[in-house]
């Protein structure tokens, strides 16, 4: 969606970089020249993916590079470590992409202490980990930085069987407006992605295992009836996290395929047919034209 080169000259981090939607944000961002820093828990996965997005067939020249460090962003130390190595590598940081989380879909009243403190510490708390320590730097150096938040659509709608993740996308959407408003007279912006289903190995494995894949279509609620492209959300991030978007702050886009509309009480009815329909307005004009009458009498 951007003209080549258009991220030239800008650092990003990504967290959870190495897989999944981090992973396809993170080489569009490079394919249009910015220095990415990805980082997650597992070392070989975020060096193969370096590795990988640094030698692509077809790499455009004025590419960015990309560094890989390991970090828990439940750990503030690693989270400093990656800024510092990152400043000594690229020079600066201008946006950061809390991208990382963990989820598993489960019964409320199954799950134990820790399986909640295990989710919420991986995307409320180490989401606002890595704000506040880049932010405190974009703040002391008077960068206008940006940062985007992967979140989710039922971080606004709430969800069943996703408790945890559901209450940790909540707070950290709420931290991006809380933050947009304090931070903007830094000039730092903080904006949010609402995604529906974008197929990825980490969500898929733990959203629909079997017998769940089975039993569910994920697209059968969905206006579009597809699933969505990782290029589609690569080119909404790359967007939020340049200088284009420099008006937009505070704000949660949604790019779902019209997925959260099914909440509207009257839009599955797909399955009416039109001679059904030819029925139903038939009913509905007699039952106008009835109370019409009494009105008279
Ligand atoms: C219609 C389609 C919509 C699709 C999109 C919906 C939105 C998607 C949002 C996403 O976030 S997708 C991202 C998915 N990716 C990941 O989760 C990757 C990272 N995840 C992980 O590394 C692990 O899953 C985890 C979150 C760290 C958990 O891993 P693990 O089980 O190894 O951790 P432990 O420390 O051993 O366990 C912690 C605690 O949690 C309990 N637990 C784990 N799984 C379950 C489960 N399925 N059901 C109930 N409880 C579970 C586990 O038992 C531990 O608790 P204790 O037993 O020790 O008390
Ligand atoms: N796919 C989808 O349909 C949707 C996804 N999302 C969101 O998109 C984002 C990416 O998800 P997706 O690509 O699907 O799934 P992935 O499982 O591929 O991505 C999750 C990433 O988080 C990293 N991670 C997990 N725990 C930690 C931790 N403690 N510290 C640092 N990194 C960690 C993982 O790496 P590692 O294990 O190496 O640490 C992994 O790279 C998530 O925020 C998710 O909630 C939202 C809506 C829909």
Same mark, same amino acid.
């Given at each position: 969606m951007?003209r080549?080169?258009a991220?030239?000259?800008k650092t990003?981090?990504v967290t959870?970089g190495g897989?999944?939607?981090g ?6 961002l490079?394919?249009l ?10 070392q070989?996965?975020?060096?193969e ?6 030698n ?14 390991a970090?828990d962003v ?16 690229f %020079?600066?940081? $201008?946006g =950061?992409?809390n991208?990382?989380?963990?989820n598993?879909?489960? !019964? @409320?009243? +199954?799950l134990?202490?820790k399986?909640?403190d295990?989710?919420v510490d991986?995307v409320?708390?180490?989401t606002?980990?890595f704000?506040?320590?880049?932010g405190?730097?974009?703040i002391?150096?008077k960068?206008?930085?940006t940062?985007?938040?992967?979140s989710?659509?039922y971080a ?6 996703v408790?945890?993740?559901?209450v940790?996308k ?8 809380s933050?947009?408003?304090?931070w903007?007279?830094?000039?730092i912006?903080?904006n949010?992605?609402a ?6 190995? %980490?969500?898929? $494995?733990r =959203?629909?295992?079997?017998p769940?894949a089975?039993?569910?279509? !994920? @697209?059968? +609620?969905?206006?579009?009836k597809?699933?969505?492209?990782h ?8 967007y939020?996290l340049?200088?284009y978007?420099?008006y937009?702050?505070?704000e ?16 599955h009815?797909?399955?009416v ?7 139903i ?14 009105g008279?009498?």
């Amino acid at each position: 969606m951007l003209r080549d080169g258009a991220m030239q000259g800008k650092t990003i981090i990504v967290t959870g970089g190495g897989t999944g939607l981090g992973k396809s944000i993170s080489r569009y961002l490079v394919q249009l020249g910015a220095n990415v820093t990805i980082c997650s828990r597992r070392q070989a996965v975020i060096d193969e993916t370096a590795h990988e997005l640094m030698n692509e067939p077809g790499r455009p020249v004025g590419a960015g590079q990309v560094l890989a460090i390991a970090c828990d962003v439940r750990n503030p130390a690693e989270i400093e470590h990656v800024i510092s190595q990152t400043i000594e590598k690229f %020079g600066r940081i $201008d946006g =950061l992409l809390n991208n990382s989380a963990g989820n598993f879909i489960s !019964p @409320t009243e +199954r799950l134990s202490y820790k399986a909640f403190d295990t989710i919420v510490d991986i995307v409320l708390r180490g989401t606002y980990y890595f704000t506040l320590a880049v932010g405190k730097y974009w703040i002391e150096n008077k960068i206008p930085g940006t940062v985007l938040n992967i979140s989710t659509t039922y971080a606004t709608t709430g969800s069943g069987y996703v408790v945890p993740s559901a209450v940790a996308k909540g707070g950290a959407l709420i931290m991006t407006k809380s933050l947009a408003a304090e931070w903007g007279k830094y000039g730092i912006r903080l904006n949010a992605i609402a995604p529906g289903p974008f197929p990825t190995k %980490g969500a898929w $494995d733990r =959203l629909f295992p079997e017998p769940l894949a089975s039993m569910m279509d !994920p @697209t059968s +609620r969905i206006p579009l009836k597809r699933v969505g492209e990782h290029g589609e959300l690569a080119n909404l991030a790359a967007y939020l996290l340049s200088d284009y978007s420099g008006y937009i702050t505070g704000e949660t886009i949604t790019i779902d395929g019209g997925e959260v509309l099914a909440a509207g009480e009257f839009s599955h009815l797909e399955q009416v047919s039109s001679e059904q329909w030819d029925m139903i307005e038939q009913t509905i004009k007699q039952a106008n034209r009835a109370s019409k009458k009494e009105g008279q009498g």
